[in-house]
């Protein structure tokens, strides 16, 4: 799913370095917390792992070949965490609706996934739909939201040759 | 340094006693690596406020009972207020302060002593990356260990073990919308390189901060991080590559010696306890229980730490106390608060066997307004929308199926009796109980108008309410009275000597010196602990026996009646007493042996009232 390496030893010294400058820093700040709240250099630091290059694919997203008209399913590391109702592609989105049933709480973070192919089932291309979290203190009357919308539409560019969509979800978290 | 606690910390030493031979007044031991303190347990219930806390004693315990954490003896009040983003920390110019906290936040107070916004993990609310007391105990060679029953890269977890700009930055991927936050890094994203964008699985999985780490949110971590983990030392239990869950059993097969180990026991949080009892042929039945992954960890870290020299800091968090109140779900947020008041009795027990460890218990915040309501009373109704539950492993008891609807069996108040103009199916309905004190069978009268506890909540997210702190042990005289969450950061940091060190107020001690005498060796009594106390709820009372050799026996009297003999071990004792209401004479004494001569305390003089 992603490309990761063992950079244990790496890690360890970057992060030694970020505690070691800002207890050599500390202090350095007059305002009443700074007695002892770091407010050192921000040490611009990684642990050593490869640098991501964009959002993360689905396993099979490229091979699915969905049937003319049909919407695929992809799988992710969060599927036993939801369940989805009314999933349709129409040609121009991906639509459906999402329940969340690990938690009761906030949605924090989540990512649906679609795919997009030809009449042959050939992948053609992909977009994303992410859940954007109400802003703080604009929160709706009542419980936390555990269903949700979503809507992926297919890329202009595409809309010519598309001919059924797969879908997945990439990214899910609860407060 | 909250102001108020630095008021605490100049208090003078207090001298309560004399007696004969020679009197010398000493402080109790402070809490500082130099004063014999080696190991923090600290441990929080999630959004485990003060109501939570005393229903549970309720339900479980009874009006007159007590939890294990309210047998620490040190009691206190956190208060536990955020900041918005981009904001100066407080008394700065720039200080814009957010009465509600969420996790993040809160553990970013306590692991770095900083005020950040909701949302933030281990920076200030300026993005600037602060190291956390984890950090700071593993760079000093200390043991760290960090257990939940959520998923571990969960917020409190993850605030001492990772930076991340959002906390929704878990993994196992970095995805761009939950961890960028153009907001507080001037309008730009980062660079994905950049440590604050990097999911909190390979943070976790590559810095080695935490030897121990047990808890829940295996889906966060993949094949990469196993090897990670694996090339690091760590003994992994369960598999990330594969996405096998760790068991109880795997858990309980772990070798004290194993030094680092990872095991993971659910792909998401961990399951309420109710549902494992009641199903236990299920594979969730064998995830171990918060106390069980205590127990591990703190058996490793002692191990661990006994090779090195040096102590031990470990992190334990209850996360379903916090989760099942999202969901207003009362039956489990009391079953969860027991769950976790049962790892505070391991942590508790191990303190007072080993004399070197300050037990901390807290919370990060309150969650939903959960208040106790006078039977019969009415209902909350403003909540007219309360949360619908639908987690096929998590179901409320008694069940609550459709959201917004009024439950028939368990609502009695006015606003729904039918009375004229007020009866409305969506009112709120309180959540009844039976409690300990109903006898032997009172989960029978639970849902039902019988219950003796009524409970009911305000909303389904968390208040600004103060949390209760607990603690035992040297320094704990630190966390008395009202602290700031931030606080927290100095107190754990001086205990484990890698903050600097914070002078602990006396308690009130007197020590005895008898007369020397020759070819025996002088020997020399202290006692120390409250002197105003509740009647019959368990309180400590320390002995400093000077000189005195392990194994020896200590008397303890009341009013000159023997109430307890206790054992020295290594100059210490301590001895649980409960006392009825009025006054008590408390004295202990040593009877010396062929090579070291008597001693005596002076007599404490301790009210027990209401």
């Known amino acids: ?175 | 340094m909250h102001p108020r606690m630095k008021t605490a910390a100049l208090a003078a030493l207090a001298l309560v006693g004399a007696a004969s031979s020679t009197l010398v007044a000493t402080p109790s031991a402070s809490a500082n690596a130099e004063d014999g303190i080696k190991n923090v347990i600290y441990l929080l219930g999630d959004g485990m406020g003060r109501t939570q806390v005393s229903a549970a004693r309720q339900r479980y315990y009874g009006a007159d009972g007590e939890l294990n954490m309210e047998k620490l003896g040190t009691t206190g009040q956190v208060a536990t207020y955020a900041v918005q983003k981009n904001s100066g920390q407080p008394g700065a110019a720039d200080f814009v302060p957010n009465y509600v906290t969420d996790s993040s936040s809160a553990a970013t107070a306590w692991s770095s002593g900083v005020k950040t916004y909701n949302n933030a993990n281990g920076i200030d609310a300026k993005a600037n990356i602060t190291p956390t007391l984890m950090e700071l105990a593993h760079q000093a060679g200390l043991s760290t260990g960090n257990v939940s029953t959520a998923e571990i890269t969960d917020a409190t977890p993850a605030g001492q073990m990772s930076h991340t700009l959002q906390r929704a930055c878990q993994g196992p991927s970095y995805v761009e919308a939950s961890c960028q936050l153009p907001d507080v890094t001037g309008g730009n994203p980062l660079p994905t390189s950049d440590l604050r964008v990097t999911p909190i699985a390979d943070q976790i999985a590559t810095n080695q901060t935490a030897d121990v780490i047990l808890g829940g949110g295996l889906s966060r971590f993949d094949q990469a991080n196993e090897d990670s983990l694996k090339s690091n030392g760590y003994t992994v239990i369960g598999s990330p590559g594969s996405q096998t869950v760790a068991s109880k059993t795997d858990l309980a097969g772990v070798d004290a010696n194993a030094g680092k180990v990872f095991g993971l026991f659910s792909k998401g949080n961990m399951t309420i306890e109710k549902y494992k009892r009641e199903n236990p042929a299920d594979a969730a039945a064998q995830e171990p229980t918060v106390a069980d992954m205590t127990t591990k960890a703190i058996e490793l870290l002692k191990t661990k730490s006994a090779k090195t020299g040096k102590g031990f800091y470990l992190q334990v968090e209850g996360a379903l106390i916090d989760k099942r109140s999202h969901a207003n779900d009362a039956a489990q947020t009391l079953e969860e608060t027991k769950a976790f008041d049962d790892a505070v009795k391991v942590a508790y027990d191990f303190a007072k066997a080993d004399g070197h460890t300050l037990v901390i218990v807290t919370a990060d915040h309150e969650c939903a307004g959960f208040n106790i309501i006078e039977k019969g009373s009415y209902v909350n109704a403003e909540a007219a929308a309360p949360p619908s539950n639908t987690d096929g492993k998590n179901t409320s008891n008694p069940s609550r199926a459709t959201a917004g609807a009024k439950d028939g069996t368990r609502s009695h108040g006015f606003i729904n009796d039918g009375d004229a103009g007020q009866a409305d199916v969506k009112n709120f309905a309180p959540a009844t109980f039976g409690t300990v004190d109903q006898g032997e069978n009172y989960t029978s009268l639970d849902g039902t108008p019988n219950g003796a506890l009524w409970l009911t909540y305000l909303s389904g997210n968390h208040t600004g309410a103060d949390v209760p702190i607990f603690s035992f042990g040297a320094g704990s005289k630190l966390l008395e009275g009202e602290i700031d969450n931030t606080d927290l950061f100095g107190i754990v940091g001086s205990a484990l000597g890698v903050r600097p060190r914070i002078p602990v107020p006396a308690e009130p001690t007197v020590t005895v010196t008898a007369t020397p005498a020759p070819g025996k060796v002088a020997t020399a009594l202290g006692i120390t602990g409250p002197t105003v106390v509740k009647p019959n709820r368990t309180v400590t009372y320390r002995i400093v026996a000077s000189r005195v050799p392990s194994g020896s026996k200590v008397v303890v009297k009341d009013k000159g009646r023997v109430v307890r003999t206790v054992v020295v071990r290594n100059g210490r004792a301590t001895v649980t007493l409960r006392l009825a209401r009025g006054a008590h004479r408390l004295a202990a004494s040593y009877a010396g042996s062929s090579k070291t001569l008597p001693s005596v305390t002076p007599t404490l003089t301790v009210t027990a009232r209401r």
């Open chain 1, 1 to 175: 799913m992603k490309p990761l390496v063992a950079a244990g030893t790496a890690g360890a010294a970057s992060l030694a370095l970020v505690a070691g400058l800002w207890l050599a820093a500390s202090g350095s700040d007059d305002s009443p917390a700074a007695e002892q709240t770091p407010t050192g250099p921000v040490v611009q630091t990684s642990l050593g792992l490869p640098t991501p290059t964009g959002d993360p694919e689905l396993p099979g997203l490229r091979d699915l070949s969905p049937a003319p008209d049909s919407v695929g399913r992809l799988v992710g590391p969060f599927d036993d965490r939801f369940t989805t109702q009314g999933v349709r592609f129409d040609g121009r989105a991906l639509r459906g609706r999402l329940t969340i049933t690990s938690d009761v709480s906030e949605i924090l973070a989540l990512q649906v996934l679609g795919g997009f192919y030809d009449d042959q089932g050939a992948y053609l291309g992909e977009a994303r739909w992410d859940f954007v979290p109400p802003e703080e203190g604009h929160h709706e009357e009542g419980h936390p939201e555990e269903s949700v919308s979503f809507v992926v539409p297919v890329p202009a560019a595409l809309r010519a040759r598309v001919a059924s969509a797969s879908y997945g979800v990439t990214n899910l978290v609860n407060e």
